[in-house]
């Protein structure tokens, strides 16, 4: 059983930067894909960045160049650096670990959740 568990999350102005990091209860990210998604009231959960077993990450591109998703195997975290905030990444952020070696972008590819950590934009 994994468990995850987030943080970070919080108030910030428009342009402005977050890190949020999801932090694993066994060695996640290098035996397993890792994601970060995020959902807004009445939404389906959106594929916001993903890293492969062996580190490597991908971006959807409504975030690609923004944000960037990252592993450190000595603290067991994967995190997600948000740059240059917008109105629109108002949403709880969840983690999820899946069994696969490359992240998947549909949420039901992923075994485990963290209880999601809210990110509000707003000026």
């Known amino acids: 059983q994994v468990q995850l568990v987030e943080s970070g999350g919080g108030l910030v102005q428009p342009g402005e930067a977050l890190t949020l990091s999801c932090t694993g209860s066994t060695p996640t990210f290098t035996s397993r894909a890792m994601a970060w998604f995020r959902q807004v009231p009445g939404k389906e959960r959106e594929y916001v960045a993903g890293i492969s077993r062996a580190g490597v990450p991908y971006h959807a591109d409504a975030v690609k160049g923004r944000f960037t998703i990252s592993g450190d195997t000595a603290k067991n975290t994967v995190d997600l650096q948000m740059n240059s905030l917008r109105l629109e990444d108002t949403a709880v952020y969840f983690c999820?670990?899946?069994?696969?070696?490359?992240?998947?972008?549909?949420?039901?590819?992923?075994?485990?959740w963290g209880p999601g950590t809210q990110v509000l934009v707003s000026s």
């Open positions: 999820a670990a899946s069994d696969l070696v490359i992240p998947s972008r549909h949420p039901k590819d992923y075994k485990y």
